[in-house]
Nanobody, 128 residues
Framework: QVQLVESGGGSVQVGNSLRLSCAAP????????MSWFRQAPGKEREFVAS????????SYAPSVEGRFTISRDNSKKTAYLQMNSLKSEDTGVYFC?????????????????????WGQGTQVTVSS
């Protein structure tokens, strides 16, 4: 059974940093684009960042561009989201997601319903 397990969430003050991890030990990790989404209270789930299977091509939501960095370690079957200069509007539950792509260069879709596998989410709270 494929499971994605997020960790690293917590409560921080504005301007601080957090690093989220997403472990997928049972996933054929090398064949999947990995992405992060988030959902704030009362809002829809939104795309945050994505990284291709190969070549480390990344894409970001405009609201996090320049502050967040997505990465992956295929040998550890783990994806990461480094979040710097956190703002109060970054508060929410963060989910990692995986979608199969045959091409090494295919970027992740920004529509959540395109993804097959999801983690349970990890809470990030940013306060002033």
């Amino acid at each position: 059974q494929v499971q994605l397990v997020e960790s690293g969430g917590g409560s921080v003050q504005v301007g601080n940093s957090l690093r989220l991890s997403c472990a997928a030990p049972a996933l054929d990790f090398n064949n999947y684009v990995m992405s992060w989404f988030r959902q704030a209270p009362g809002k829809e789930r939104e795309f945050v960042a994505s990284i291709t299977r190969g070549f480390g091509i990344t894409s970001y939501a405009p609201s996090v561009e320049g502050r967040f960095t997505i990465s992956r370690d295929n040998s550890k079957k783990t994806a990461y989201l480094q979040m710097n200069s956190l703002k109060s509007e970054d508060t929410g539950v963060y989910f990692c997601a995986a979608v199969f792509r045959s091409s090494l260069r295919s970027t992740g879709p920004r529509e959540s319903n395109s993804y097959r596998y999801w983690g349970q989410g990890t809470q990030v709270t940013v306060s002033s």
